[in-house]
């Protein structure tokens, strides 16, 4: 009888001691999220700022690790390696996330989306229908970005299509979909890694690019492609996504938590980033960058000449379902 006391007194004890014990009493999940921005970027600072204020409202049961400056490798790198488990969350631009659900891209089809009015309508608009698409896939969105807008750079001014189509233009081989849509809307297009677009056009092999002024100011690109065209091609939008498991592996109290958390990051890097672009496009003019102006009747004729090639890529390069969608709310949007 003794000895039976001693054994129950015992595993009492051990049972205590385990359901007071913080080892236990708190489990931490850590979320490794993956970035090929730099670290001295706005996102690199937004990723940081997020990681702490996760971590301080879950009371440090959410740990966040960020993988700053592509050290996880590439976009592509990064979708694998959050499919193996490696990572649980990565961000990614369009080209990104469209590897995780095909309909993406439609967000950048040229010419269609704007100005930041009808992008704002587009996003609000389309959101709910591209983070259930993305979910389907097994991932969770948990913030959207607005990185700029890509426009044109080259060495002769370009006010209008035919301008640019006397010049070679530099796309990306990584970006199949926009290379395909510039060489069926009838420009002289050449594929170039990103890495070797300053190479390019110094030797002459390409006249112009598309990218974004935030891209084209950390190449110094502008010294050699030292116009650009004022019109806006398409958005630069991105995003940030987490594995499914990953998620649901967060304690569900603290979600509603987090996702307004990264509601508000969004919000204050958005602004960040327009105002970057802005300041960016002023420092390359101080340094020689020409601004070409273009007028709303040269406007209307972009729009114009390079319908009939969008029009042919809508259904299989951009997805007709959410580009039929996205033209509803840009015509109500423009109707009033």
């Known amino acids: 009888m003794k000895l039976r006391s001693i054994l129950l007194f015992t595993v009492l004890s051990i049972v205590f001691c385990i359901s007071v014990s913080p080892v236990f009493a708190q489990r931490r999940q850590v979320i490794k999220i993956a970035s090929v921005a730099p670290e001295s970027t706005p996102y690199g600072a937004a990723l940081n700022k997020m990681a702490a204020d996760w971590a301080a409202a ?12 592509g050290v996880a490798g590439n976009e592509e790198d990064i979708i694998r390696k959050i499919k193996l488990g490696q990572l649980q969350g990565g961000v990614l631009t369009a080209f990104g996330l469209n590897q995780i659900t095909p309909e993406m891209l439609t967000l950048s089809t040229p010419f269609t989306i704007r100005n930041e009015g009808e992008l704002d309508a587009v996003i ?3 959101r709910a229908t591209l983070e259930r698409n993305i979910e389907d896939k097994g991932f969770v969105s948990i ?7 890509i426009k044109v ?3 002769r001014p370009v006010f209008l299509p035919a301008d640019l189509k006397s010049q070679k233009l ?3 081989p990584l970006e199949a979909e926009l290379t395909q849509a510039f060489k069926v809307m009838g420009f002289n297009v050449v594929p170039v890694n990103m890495n070797e677009t300053l190479m390019a056009l110094n030797s002459g092999m390409v006249d112009a690019i598309y990218s974004s002024p935030l891209m084209v100011g950390g190449l110094q690109a502008f010294a050699i492609a030292k116009n650009m065209a004022s019109i806006n091609i398409c958005p630069f939008v991105g995003g940030m996504v987490l594995s499914r498991n990953a998620w649901r592996m967060i304690p569900e109290r603290y979600r509603a938590a987090l996702m307004e958390i990264n509601r508000r990051m969004e919000s204050e890097l958005n602004a960040s980033i327009s105002n970057l672009e802005e300041e960016s496009i002023r420092a390359m003019a101080g340094l020689g960058l020409t601004i070409n102006t ?4 040269q406007q209307e004729t972009w729009y114009r000449e ?8 809508i259904g299989t390069t951009f997805d007709r379902a959410i580009y039929d969608q996205m033209m509803r709310i840009l015509n109500e949007y423009r109707a009033k």
């Not at 273009?294 to 009747?297: G, M, Q, S």
């Not at 390079?306 to 890529?313: D, E, F, P, R």
């Open 306 to 313: 390079t319908q009939a090639g969008i029009q042919s890529l």
């Open 170 to 172: 530099s796309t990306n």
């Open 294 to 297: 273009i007028t709303p009747a």
């Open 124 to 126: 609000g608009g389309l």
């Open 58 to 69: 879950t009371n440090g049961e959410v740990e966040v690790r960020i993988y700053h400056n």
């Open 153 to 155: 750079f080259s060495r």
């Open 143 to 149: 913030a959207w970005s607005k990185a700029g807008w």
